[in-house]
């Protein structure tokens, strides 16, 4: 088992940033990537950024690249999500996920943090 929390969402005007971190714990080892997901309301989760873990290799969804950074402390277990240039379009909740098998499908998720965005 895999535990995550999330921390750092809250309420930004547009244009300023943010950052969000997850905590692991339990079965660490394990991880092979850890990413950040979000679902705005009447829409479907969809993919953000991810970082192979603990090599550090990134992927990014188009709609965030040179906006958004994911980066990794593998001595503290935590994945840090630094949005920068925020839109009303990036207001959703945030999830931390990590995977611990081969393949697409993400197997531990965290209890997400809020991200709103004021115009």
């Known amino acids: 088992q895999v535990q995550l929390v999330e921390s750092g969402g809250g309420l930004v005007q547009a244009g300023g940033s943010l950052r969000l971190s997850c905590a692991a714990s339990?079965?660490?080892?394990?991880?092979?990537?850890m990413g950040w997901f979000r679902q705005a309301p009447g829409k479907e989760r969809e993919f953000v950024a991810d970082?192979?873990?603990?090599?550090?290799?990134?992927s990014y969804a188009d709609s965030v690249k040179g906006r958004f950074t994911i980066s990794r402390d593998n001595a503290k277990n935590t994945v840090t999500l630094q949005m920068s240039s925020l839109k009303p379009g990036d207001m959703a909740v945030y999830y931390c996920?990590?995977?611990?098998?081969?393949?697409?499908?993400?197997?531990?998720w965290g209890q997400g943090t809020q991200v709103t965005v004021s115009s």
């Open positions: 996920a990590a995977k611990t098998r081969p393949g697409d499908r993400y197997d531990y």
């Open positions: 339990g079965r660490t080892f394990s991880v092979l990537r």
């Open positions: 970082i192979v873990w603990p090599g550090g290799r990134t």
